[in-house]
């Protein structure tokens, strides 16, 4: 199995650009995953100690979600809750 591509899950010191919009992608690490969340890349449970990313616009902070690493890798080949 291949190692994932850093460049594929962002970098929390830089905002990504997706679409017209800045982004911020965080890496969440396991011992800091201490609150289940809802994935909406694939609408399932992203479980207290799963390493997982948060996605913040930096427009509207409150929008932030929390996506499995795989998901936010395949956003653009997927529809949201698929």
Not at 16 to 26: K, Q, T
Not at 40 to 48: A, E, F, M, S
Not at 64 to 69: K, L
């Amino acid at each position: 199995m291949a190692a994932p591509d850093p460049d594929a899950f962002g970098d929390a010191s830089r905002g990504d650009r997706e679409s017209d919009e800045e982004i911020e992608v965080r890496r969440v690490q396991p011992y800091q995953a201490t609150k289940r969340y809802l994935c909406p890349g694939c609408n399932q449970d992203i479980q207290v100690g799963l390493g997982h990313l948060v996605v913040v616009p930096l427009r509207a902070v409150e929008d932030r979600r929390h996506w499995h690493h795989a998901c936010w890798a395949a956003r653009h080949r997927r529809r949201p809750g698929r």
